[in-house]
T-cell receptor
């Protein structure tokens, strides 16, 4: 069974304090790994898709990386507006359109 | 933002009543999905559609049915709502993968419907 585990469940940072969120996965052949940001009361907002080990993608203060077993979302010099829940999801090979989501990491950045 | 709307945005109903949630897209994407989000469980797939009148079950489909008579609309029906179906429901859409191969790619989510079953 495909599984996604995100850690930590919650993370508090001071503004400017860089850190990383982890997404560990087990899947029978990875088609893609997705990162989303979710603000309270809103739908998930797409951030990145990673397809193969070694791939990296960046957007402003965020950088996502992928290995064969896990993905990291690095946050450099975060700002209070980066506070949100970050969701990781995997899609398996084999034609299934199903995304399996982790439970998310709630990030709070204090000014 | 992907053109996805959900209605209603909030609903309170009583146990045993039927409820229908609507998802509408303006992107002409082939695939549409219904998820529920609950504390401690993350997002879980209920049903999805891969074309007009073509649907399939997700991991938590019991108690739910779906219909898609037009590309732009995907309806989720709770035939007889129960308190365990109190949740936030999200619709998502996806189009063809930019890498080719006939696969779909990123799923884009709507704003959600908060359903409370008393």
């Amino acid at each position: 069974e495909d599984q996604v585990t995100q850690s930590p469940e919650a993370l508090r940072l001071q503004e400017g304090e860089s850190s990383s969120l982890n997404c560990s996965y087990t899947v029978s052949g990875l088609r893609g790994l997705f990162w989303y940001r979710q603000d309270p009361g809103k739908g998930p907002e797409f951030l990145f898709t990673l397809y193969s080990a070694g791939e990296e993608k960046e957007k402003e203060r965020l950088k996502a990386t992928l290995t064969k077993k896990e993905s990291f979302l690095h946050i450099t010099a975060p700002k209070p507006e980066d506070s949100a829940t970050y969701l990781c999801a995997v899609q398996a090979q084999g034609g299934s359109e199903k995304l399996v989501f982790g439970k998310g990491t709630k990030l709070t950045v204090n000014p | 933002d992907a053109g996805i709307t959900q209605s209603p945005r909030h609903k309170v109903t009583e146990t045993g009543t039927p409820v229908t949630l609507r998802c509408h897209q303006t992107e002409n994407h082939r695939y549409m999905y219904w998820y529920r989000q609950d504390p401690g469980h993350g997002l879980r797939l209920i049903h999805y559609s891969y074309g007009v009148k073509d649907t399939d079950k997700g991991e938590v489909s019991d108690g739910y049915s779906v219909s898609r008579s037009k590309t732009e609309d995907f309806l989720l029906t709770l035939e007889s709502a129960t308190s365990s179906q109190t949740s936030v429901y999200f619709c998502a859409i996806s189009g063809p993968n930019s890498l080719g191969g006939g696969f779909t790619d990123t799923q884009y989510f709507g704003p959600g419907t908060r359903l409370t079953v008393l």
